[in-house]
Protein backbone atom coordinates (compact mmCIF):
# COMPACT_ATOMS: atom_id res chain seq x y z
CA UNK A 1 0.00 0.00 0.00
CA UNK A 2 1.15 3.39 -1.17
CA UNK A 3 0.15 6.26 1.48
CA UNK A 4 1.31 9.94 1.31
CA UNK A 5 0.02 12.33 3.42
CA UNK A 6 0.61 16.59 2.66
CA UNK A 7 3.48 15.44 0.16
CA UNK A 8 4.78 18.89 -1.28
CA UNK A 9 7.60 19.85 -3.45
CA UNK A 10 8.71 23.40 -3.38
CA UNK A 11 10.37 25.32 -6.38
CA UNK A 12 11.99 27.79 -7.30
CA UNK A 13 8.85 30.48 -7.73
CA UNK A 14 6.05 28.50 -6.44
CA UNK A 15 5.27 24.85 -5.59
CA UNK A 16 6.65 22.41 -7.93
CA UNK A 17 4.06 20.16 -6.44
CA UNK A 18 1.04 21.62 -4.18
CA UNK A 19 0.16 19.58 -0.74
CA UNK A 20 -0.95 16.48 -1.93
CA UNK A 21 -2.31 13.50 -0.05
CA UNK A 22 -3.69 10.13 -2.12
CA UNK A 23 -3.46 6.12 -1.02
CA UNK A 24 -2.76 3.45 -3.72
CA UNK A 25 -3.05 -0.16 -3.03
CA UNK A 26 -2.14 -3.47 -4.94
CA UNK A 27 -4.39 -4.62 -7.20
CA UNK A 28 -6.06 -0.87 -8.34
CA UNK A 29 -4.94 1.99 -10.40
CA UNK A 30 -5.33 5.36 -9.23
CA UNK A 31 -5.70 8.09 -11.42
CA UNK A 32 -3.98 11.49 -10.28
CA UNK A 33 -4.84 14.52 -12.30
CA UNK A 34 -3.67 18.11 -13.08
CA UNK A 35 -3.05 20.68 -15.55
CA UNK A 36 0.47 20.98 -15.60
CA UNK A 37 3.31 18.55 -17.05
CA UNK A 38 5.89 20.11 -14.47
CA UNK A 39 3.48 19.02 -11.65
CA UNK A 40 2.30 15.53 -13.21
CA UNK A 41 6.06 14.50 -12.98
CA UNK A 42 7.17 16.21 -9.34
CA UNK A 43 4.33 14.08 -8.09
CA UNK A 44 5.32 10.99 -10.41
CA UNK A 45 9.44 11.52 -9.26
CA UNK A 46 8.30 11.55 -5.40
CA UNK A 47 5.88 8.81 -5.42
CA UNK A 48 8.67 7.01 -6.87
CA UNK A 49 11.49 8.16 -4.85
CA UNK A 50 13.61 9.69 -7.25
CA UNK A 51 12.20 13.04 -5.90
CA UNK A 52 12.73 14.20 -1.92
CA UNK A 53 9.74 16.24 -0.85
CA UNK A 54 10.14 18.90 0.95
CA UNK A 55 7.30 18.25 3.23
CA UNK A 56 4.85 15.28 3.77
CA UNK A 57 4.83 11.79 4.25
CA UNK A 58 5.46 8.74 1.86
CA UNK A 59 4.78 5.49 3.39
CA UNK A 60 5.11 2.08 1.19
CA UNK A 61 3.77 -1.48 2.91
CA UNK A 62 4.23 0.79 6.45
CA UNK A 63 7.68 1.62 5.92
CA UNK A 64 8.34 5.77 5.53
CA UNK A 65 11.13 7.07 3.50
CA UNK A 66 12.38 7.91 0.08
CA UNK A 67 14.49 4.23 0.01
CA UNK A 68 11.89 1.73 0.45
CA UNK A 69 9.78 3.24 -2.41
CA UNK A 70 13.01 3.64 -5.02
CA UNK A 71 13.37 -0.17 -4.24
CA UNK A 72 9.49 -1.13 -4.64
CA UNK A 73 8.80 1.25 -7.64
CA UNK A 74 8.89 1.99 -11.67
CA UNK A 75 8.74 5.44 -13.18
CA UNK A 76 7.65 5.17 -16.80
CA UNK A 77 7.94 7.42 -19.50
CA UNK A 78 8.65 10.84 -17.44
CA UNK A 79 9.19 13.81 -19.74
CA UNK A 80 12.64 15.22 -19.56
CA UNK A 81 13.57 11.86 -17.06
CA UNK A 82 13.64 8.58 -18.83
CA UNK A 83 11.13 8.82 -21.99
CA UNK A 84 12.71 7.53 -24.94
CA UNK A 85 14.60 9.10 -27.01
CA UNK A 86 13.01 9.94 -30.14
CA UNK A 87 16.26 8.65 -32.43
CA UNK A 88 16.39 5.59 -29.99
CA UNK A 89 15.45 2.26 -31.90
CA UNK A 90 13.51 -0.13 -30.63
CA UNK A 91 16.16 -2.79 -29.79
CA UNK A 92 18.33 0.03 -28.45
CA UNK A 93 16.14 1.29 -25.87
CA UNK A 94 15.07 -2.31 -24.46
CA UNK A 95 19.27 -3.56 -24.05
CA UNK A 96 19.73 0.09 -22.72
CA UNK A 97 16.57 -0.72 -20.15
CA UNK A 98 17.67 -4.29 -19.56
CA UNK A 99 20.88 -3.53 -18.82
CA UNK A 100 19.53 -1.57 -15.57
CA UNK A 101 17.78 -4.83 -14.37
CA UNK A 102 19.89 -6.26 -11.76
CA UNK A 103 22.08 -8.80 -13.28
CA UNK A 104 20.72 -12.43 -12.04
CA UNK A 105 17.20 -11.14 -13.87
CA UNK A 106 17.99 -9.33 -16.46
CA UNK A 107 19.85 -13.02 -18.36
CA UNK A 108 21.91 -11.85 -21.21
CA UNK A 109 21.99 -8.28 -22.69
CA UNK A 110 19.97 -8.93 -25.96
CA UNK A 111 17.36 -7.25 -27.41
CA UNK A 112 15.83 -10.14 -29.54
CA UNK A 113 14.82 -13.03 -27.72
CA UNK A 114 13.49 -10.29 -25.21
CA UNK A 115 11.20 -8.97 -27.65
CA UNK A 116 10.15 -12.38 -29.02
CA UNK A 117 9.32 -13.36 -25.43
CA UNK A 118 7.07 -10.89 -24.26
CA UNK A 119 5.48 -10.49 -28.21
CA UNK A 120 6.88 -7.36 -29.20
CA UNK A 121 8.42 -8.68 -32.54
CA UNK A 122 6.39 -6.27 -34.76
CA UNK A 123 7.43 -3.46 -33.93
CA UNK A 124 11.26 -4.71 -33.31
CA UNK A 125 12.11 -2.57 -36.39
CA UNK A 126 10.59 0.92 -35.57
CA UNK A 127 12.33 3.89 -34.24
CA UNK A 128 10.03 4.83 -30.41
CA UNK A 129 8.97 7.57 -32.28
CA UNK A 130 7.14 5.56 -34.65
CA UNK A 131 5.15 3.78 -31.95
CA UNK A 132 1.81 4.25 -31.69
CA UNK A 133 0.71 5.65 -28.19
CA UNK A 134 -0.76 2.53 -27.15
CA UNK A 135 1.88 -0.10 -28.21
CA UNK A 136 4.42 2.73 -26.68
CA UNK A 137 2.96 2.00 -23.16
CA UNK A 138 3.13 -1.56 -23.45
CA UNK A 139 6.50 -1.61 -24.69
CA UNK A 140 7.46 0.12 -21.55
CA UNK A 141 5.66 -1.12 -18.63
CA UNK A 142 7.06 -4.51 -19.79
CA UNK A 143 10.28 -3.23 -19.67
CA UNK A 144 9.86 -1.42 -16.07
CA UNK A 145 8.32 -4.69 -14.81
CA UNK A 146 11.62 -6.63 -16.06
CA UNK A 147 12.80 -6.18 -12.39
CA UNK A 148 10.59 -9.06 -10.58
CA UNK A 149 11.17 -6.56 -7.38
CA UNK A 150 9.16 -3.65 -8.81
CA UNK A 151 5.62 -4.01 -7.33
CA UNK A 152 4.71 0.03 -7.26
CA UNK A 153 4.41 1.13 -11.48
CA UNK A 154 4.01 5.11 -11.06
CA UNK A 155 2.96 6.08 -15.16
CA UNK A 156 3.82 9.96 -16.24
CA UNK A 157 0.68 10.99 -18.57
CA UNK A 158 0.17 8.48 -20.32
CA UNK A 159 -2.78 10.53 -22.43
CA UNK A 160 0.21 13.37 -23.32
CA UNK A 161 0.68 10.63 -26.48
CA UNK A 162 -3.28 10.14 -26.99
CA UNK A 163 -6.39 12.30 -25.81
CA UNK A 164 -8.28 8.93 -26.11
CA UNK A 165 -7.99 7.02 -22.91
CA UNK A 166 -9.08 4.03 -25.06
CA UNK A 167 -4.80 4.39 -26.45
CA UNK A 168 -3.94 3.73 -22.82
CA UNK A 169 -6.50 3.31 -20.04
CA UNK A 170 -6.91 -0.84 -20.94
CA UNK A 171 -3.62 -1.67 -20.32
CA UNK A 172 -3.27 0.43 -16.75
CA UNK A 173 -6.32 -1.67 -15.19
CA UNK A 174 -4.74 -4.65 -17.36
CA UNK A 175 -1.71 -4.50 -15.10
CA UNK A 176 -3.26 -3.07 -11.73
CA UNK A 177 -5.54 -6.47 -11.94
CA UNK A 178 -3.51 -9.10 -12.72
CA UNK A 179 -4.15 -12.00 -10.58
CA UNK A 180 -0.46 -13.19 -11.26
CA UNK A 181 1.42 -9.97 -10.09
CA UNK A 182 -0.82 -7.21 -8.62
CA UNK A 183 0.25 -3.93 -8.54
CA UNK A 184 0.18 -1.09 -7.19
CA UNK A 185 -0.76 1.78 -10.58
CA UNK A 186 -0.41 5.60 -9.84
CA UNK A 187 -1.17 7.54 -13.34
CA UNK A 188 -0.30 11.12 -13.50
CA UNK A 189 -3.18 12.20 -16.07
CA UNK A 190 -4.41 15.66 -17.93
CA UNK A 191 -7.45 15.50 -16.46
CA UNK A 192 -9.77 12.44 -15.19
CA UNK A 193 -11.72 10.65 -18.26
CA UNK A 194 -15.56 10.92 -17.69
CA UNK A 195 -16.43 7.10 -17.64
CA UNK A 196 -13.60 6.25 -15.11
CA UNK A 197 -15.62 5.29 -11.81
CA UNK A 198 -12.56 3.74 -10.09
CA UNK A 199 -10.20 5.77 -7.82
CA UNK A 200 -9.39 9.17 -8.76
CA UNK A 201 -7.50 12.53 -7.07
CA UNK A 202 -5.92 15.47 -7.61
CA UNK A 203 -3.06 17.48 -6.92
CA UNK A 204 -3.02 20.07 -4.65
CA UNK A 205 -5.92 17.87 -2.99
CA UNK A 206 -4.72 18.26 0.58
CA UNK A 207 -5.80 20.91 3.22
CA UNK A 208 -5.13 21.05 7.03
CA UNK A 209 -8.46 20.82 9.12
CA UNK A 210 -9.36 24.36 11.16
CA UNK A 211 -10.31 22.08 14.36
CA UNK A 212 -8.78 20.48 16.49
CA UNK A 213 -7.65 17.68 13.92
CA UNK A 214 -5.52 20.11 12.27
CA UNK A 215 -2.70 18.03 12.11
CA UNK A 216 -4.25 15.70 9.69
CA UNK A 217 -5.33 15.83 6.13
CA UNK A 218 -8.08 15.31 4.10
CA UNK A 219 -8.38 13.85 0.36
CA UNK A 220 -10.71 16.28 -2.00
CA UNK A 221 -11.03 14.08 -5.22
CA UNK A 222 -13.42 16.11 -6.93
CA UNK A 223 -13.20 20.14 -7.32
CA UNK A 224 -16.41 21.40 -5.99
CA UNK A 225 -19.07 22.49 -9.17
CA UNK A 226 -19.70 26.20 -8.96
CA UNK A 227 -22.81 28.03 -8.57
CA UNK A 228 -24.42 29.05 -12.46
CA UNK A 229 -23.99 33.04 -12.20
CA UNK A 230 -27.08 32.79 -14.17
Request: glycine residues 8%; without cysteine.
Amino acid sequence: MLSVQQLSVTGRRDDLLPPTSLQAGRGGLLLVADSRQDQRTALALTLSGRMKPSAGTLEWDGKAGIKPLRQASAVVDSPGVNEPEQHLSVRDLVTEDLALVPRRYRGALLSTPWLKVNSFEDIAGLWTEQLRAGRRLELLTALALANPHTDLLVVDSPDRHSGDPADWLPRLVELAHDAGRPLAVVATVTRIPGDWTGPAAVIGNAVPRTDDDSLTDFLTESVPETEDPK
